[in-house]
T-cell receptor
Framework: DGGITQSPKYLFRKEGQNVTLSCEQN?????MYWYRQDPGQGLRLIYY???????QKGDIAEGYSVSREKKESFPLTVTSAQKNPTAFYLC????????????FGPGTRLTVL | QQQVKQSPQSLIVQKGGISIINCAYE??????FPWYQQFPGKGPALLIA?????SEKKEGRFTISFNKSAKQFSLHIMDSQPGDSATYFC???????????FGQGTELSVKP
């Protein structure tokens, strides 16, 4: 089955620790995205990548970092500099610049204790 | 100017009724307006989308109405069912890297 996988589904970390969230897609999509979802606030874009080895900051990139070494993978690291890291994180992908639909993964709920 | 404002925040509809969710935008460069449906603990899924060259698009019980001059668009769910209970997000994009700007979301509850 083609799709986007995010792991783990639930993640707990102590304050001050960096944590990396996994996102893998087998849809052969060029573009990948990371969003953060907080209650009542919709989805906000953290980082996106349109091609391997290239990525751009979204609206709320501070305290986050990404890499795009492979087409199918776009991991997100939540660093200790992120002030309020507890949230639901969603990864998405899109075929290319001419295709508009973004497909979302199931999400990772990160709780920082 | 990049914001998309969505209302209402929550909506309760009786089974068989019509659910209406509204969105407004400022950036006239937006050229793609999707609606996403999200169930608790899941990722959003595309429900229906429209481009500004048409004023209405219908897919089954779901209809998008688009008013370009007013910079508003809305989702109508006809014959609402309990299974439609979910959070709905409108979004907009001007195809710059495919970035979507999302509304705040509407939590819909359809009562049997």
């Amino acid at each position: 089955d083609g799709g986007i996988t995010q792991s783990p589904k639930y993640l707990f970390r102590k304050e001050g620790q960096n944590v990396t969230l996994s996102c893998e897609q087998n849809l052969n999509h060029d573009a990948m995205y990371w969003y953060r979802q907080d209650p009542g606030q919709g989805l906000r874009l953290i980082y996106y990548s349109q091609i391997v080895n290239d990525f751009q900051k979204g609206d709320i990139a501070e305290g986050y970092s990404v890499s795009r070494e492979k087409k199918e993978s776009f991991p997100l690291t939540v660093t200790s500099a992120q002030k309020n890291p507890t949230a639901f994180y969603l990864c998405a992908s899109r075929r290319g610049t001419s295709e508009d639909e973004q497909f979302f993964g199931p999400g990772t709920r990160l709780t920082v204790l | 100017q990049q914001q998309v404002k969505q209302s209402p925040q929550s909506l309760i509809v009786q089974k068989g009724g019509i659910s209406i969710i509204n969105c407004a935008y400022e950036n006239t460069a937006f050229d793609y307006f999707p609606w996403y449906q999200q169930f608790p603990g899941k990722g959003p899924a595309l429900l229906i989308a429209i481009r500004p060259d048409v004023s209405e698009k219908k897919e089954g019980r779901f209809t998008i109405s688009f008013n370009k001059s007013a910079k508003q668009f809305s989702l109508h769910i006809m014959d609402s069912q309990p299974g439609d209970s979910a959070t709905y997000f409108c979004a907009a994009s001007n195809n710059q890297g495919g970035k979507l700007i999302f509304g705040q979301g509407t939590e819909l509850s359809v009562k049997p």
